[in-house]
């Protein structure tokens, strides 16, 4: 279930952050900040282990083709009224975050163009082997396979809005954790997309999906203390070997409320 993405050379490790020449961050101790409120990232970047990228309150990142790999923490700490913007501009860029333990409050992800910079990754956002939490944050308008994936992590979100993604919005693999208020609005293929991981939900809304507002598969286990689904073809889908419990599920304007079925033939029945 441990990702190594160095292992198969997807990223460069040449790329690793260099003090003496870097022109984007400055290192205080163990953490890397803003050398100004914004940076505009046109090349890979490489924040080594054992450091934190941490982001304040009103700073900007704008990639500009280019991609920022963490193997260290990150701590964003944007403020109710003065968020944290990560965002791109048409070239694109991406945010790779290896390992680690994560915070990231009131940030904003806005505008995610296509980057073509590495042939093995599609999504715009993505955490593999690490700890997050997210708090108070909103993802909106993606062009990438997904906005957010998370991988063999532990997961705790809070608050969470996404809007206009191209195809799912959050992907969920190989994953633990807890959900608390997650409001998800026009994703162009599924919502919520989940794989091989336990999920405790509450309070989630799902409006205008264009495949399903959750899909649940691969003997994963899930439960939804209250979900609302609006606008769609399909509301919940549990398939492969999948457990999900359900206290409250309201769907409005929906083909098929709930499906289940084996879609891999390798698993048990839903």
Same mark, same amino acid.
């Given at each position: 279930?441990?990702?190594?993405?160095?292992?198969?050379?997807?990223?460069?490790?040449?790329?690793?952050?260099?003090? &003496?020449?870097?022109?984007?961050?400055?290192?205080?101790?163990?953490?890397?900040?803003?050398?100004?409120?914004?940076?505009?990232?046109? =090349?890979?970047?490489?924040?080594?282990?054992?450091?934190?990228?941490?982001?304040?309150?009103?700073?900007? #990142?704008?990639?500009?083709?280019?991609?920022? *790999?963490?193997?260290?923490?990150?701590?964003?700490?944007?403020?109710?009224?003065?968020?944290? *913007?990560?965002? +791109?501009?048409?070239?694109?860029?991406?945010?790779? #975050?290896?390992?680690?333990?994560?915070?990231?409050? @009131?940030?904003?992800?806005?505008?995610? =163009?296509?980057?073509? !910079?590495?042939?093995?990754? %599609?999504?715009?956002? %993505?955490?593999?082997?690490?700890?997050?939490?997210?708090?108070?944050?909103?993802? !909106?308008?993606?062009?990438?396979?997904?906005?957010?994936?998370?991988?063999?992590?532990? #997961?705790?979100?809070?608050?969470?809005?996404?809007?206009?993604?191209?195809?799912?919005?959050?992907?969920?693999?190989? !994953?633990?954790?807890?959900?608390?208020?997650? @409001?998800?609005?026009?994703?162009?293929?599924?919502?919520?997309?989940?794989?091989?991981?336990?999920?405790?939900? =509450?309070?989630? +809304?799902?409006?205008?999906?264009?495949?399903?507002?959750? !899909?649940?598969?691969? @003997?994963? =286990?899930?439960?939804?203390?209250?979900?609302?689904?609006?606008?769609?073809?399909?509301?919940? #889908?549990?398939?492969?070997?999948?457990?999900?419990?359900?206290?409250?599920?309201?769907?409005?304007?929906?083909?098929?409320?709930? &499906?289940?079925?084996?879609?891999?033939?390798?698993?048990?029945?839903?």
């Amino acid at each position: 279930k441990k990702v190594n993405l160095f292992k198969h050379a997807v990223f460069n490790p040449n790329n690793e952050i260099n003090d &003496a020449r870097n022109e984007y961050f400055k290192l205080i101790g163990d953490e890397y900040t803003l050398k100004k409120n914004t940076a505009i990232i046109s =090349k890979q970047i490489l924040i080594p282990e054992n450091k934190t990228l941490k982001l304040y309150k009103g700073q900007k #990142v704008i990639f500009d083709g280019g991609d920022l *790999i963490v193997k260290g923490d990150l701590k964003f700490e944007g403020a109710d009224n003065e968020k944290i *913007i990560i965002t +791109t501009t048409k070239k694109g860029g991406k945010l790779i #975050v290896l390992n680690g333990k994560h915070l990231i409050k @009131n940030t904003e992800f806005l505008n995610f =163009k296509k980057n073509n !910079s590495s042939d093995y990754y %599609t999504g715009s956002i %993505t955490f593999y082997n690490s700890v997050v939490e997210l708090i108070n944050s909103d993802f !909106s308008g993606n062009e990438s396979e997904d906005f957010l994936n998370i991988v063999s992590s532990d #997961v705790k979100l809070n608050n969470i809005k996404f809007k206009d993604c191209f195809s799912d919005c959050l992907d969920l693999d190989f !994953s633990n954790g807890k959900i608390d208020g997650l @409001n998800i609005e026009n994703s162009l293929n599924d919502g919520l997309d989940v794989s091989e991981s336990i999920l405790e939900i =509450k309070d989630i +809304t799902i409006t205008k999906s264009g495949d399903k507002g959750i !899909s649940v598969g691969e @003997n994963s =286990k899930i439960s939804i203390e209250k979900c609302q689904i609006t606008n769609g073809d399909i509301g919940l #889908v549990v398939k492969d070997g999948s457990r999900v419990f359900i206290d409250l599920l309201e769907t409005n304007n929906i083909k098929i409320p709930i &499906a289940a079925f084996i879609k891999k033939e390798r698993y048990a029945q839903p």
